[in-house]
T-cell receptor, first 115, second 113 residues
Framework: GQQLNQSPQSMFIQEGEDVSMNCTSS?????WLWYKQDPGEGPVLLIA?????ELTSNGRLTAQFGITRKDSFLNISASIPSDVGIYFC???????????????FGQGTILTVHP | DTEVTQTPKHLVMGMTNKKSLKCEQH?????MYWYKQKAKKPPELMFV???????INESVPSRFSPECPNSSLLNLHLHALQPEDSALYLC????????????FGSGTRLTVV
């Protein structure tokens, strides 16, 4: 199936440090999505990537869609305490070039930021 | 309106109870979803509705019964649940066939006792 391998599983960093996490797959994805989930809340879409090689920024966040369409990374610069949460990569499942409308999620990266 | 609203936020129910979770969106999305999420795990798809018709059931036990009364509302009826069904239940919506990602609600934290 189309599975996403997300790493690292967890990160403990100091405020002000940069963070990098990535997702890889053995299958091609046409879209890569990065979500953040705060405790007790639903996932919130941070960045969406639609083209291979695309590099997109949203404030201190930067994400890239890999050239092979099988990977993506998310960087957070100058982390702050409110960056704490679980970050998920996700992509719509693809079969024969069309999306089923189902999202495949990575296992998540739990980010802890120490002040 | 760019939100998906879920009620209630918290629910405690006994194994013999019948309860319903509700979800509402006014973004004109014609695809709506129910996901189940355990602590520190990714959401797991349960059901997909497309144009108010059930299009995907991910082999969910019949004690979970979804309903889509109209294009803005999605319900999940619960009956005879087990303690292991305790989880965060998330509703989401999107345009049909959309690759832009879903908009998720804040979820209902369900505890089965």
């Amino acid at each position: 199936g189309q599975q996403l391998n997300q790493s690292p599983q967890s990160m403990f960093i100091q405020e002000g440090e940069d963070v990098s996490m990535n997702c890889t797959s053995s299958s091609i994805f046409n879209t890569w999505l990065w979500y953040k989930q705060d405790p007790g809340e639903g996932p919130v879409l941070l960045i969406a990537l639609y083209k291979a090689g695309e590099l997109t920024s949203n404030g201190r966040l930067t994400a890239q869609f890999g050239i092979t369409r099988k990977d993506s990374f998310l960087n957070i610069s100058a982390s702050i305490p409110s960056d704490v949460g679980i970050y998920f990569c996700a992509g719509p499942r693809v079969a024969g070039g069309t999306s089923y409308g189902k999202l495949t999620f990575g296992q998540g990266t739990i980010l802890t930021v120490h002040p | 309106d760019t939100e998906v609203t879920q009620t209630p936020k918290h629910l405690v129910m006994g194994m013999t109870n019948k309860k319903s979770l509700k979800c509402e969106q006014h973004m004109g999305h014609r695809a709506m979803y129910w996901y189940k999420q355990k602590a520190k795990k990714p959401p797991e798809l349960m059901f997909v509705y497309s144009y108010e018709k059930l299009s995907i059931n991910e082999s969910v036990p019949s004690r979970f019964s979804p309903e889509c009364p109209n294009s803005s509302l999605l319900n999940l009826h619960l009956h005879a649940l087990q303690p292991e069904d305790s989880a965060l239940y998330l509703c989401a919506s999107s345009h049909v066939g959309n690759n832009y990602g879903y908009t998720f609600g804040s979820g209902t934290r369900l505890t089965v006792v």
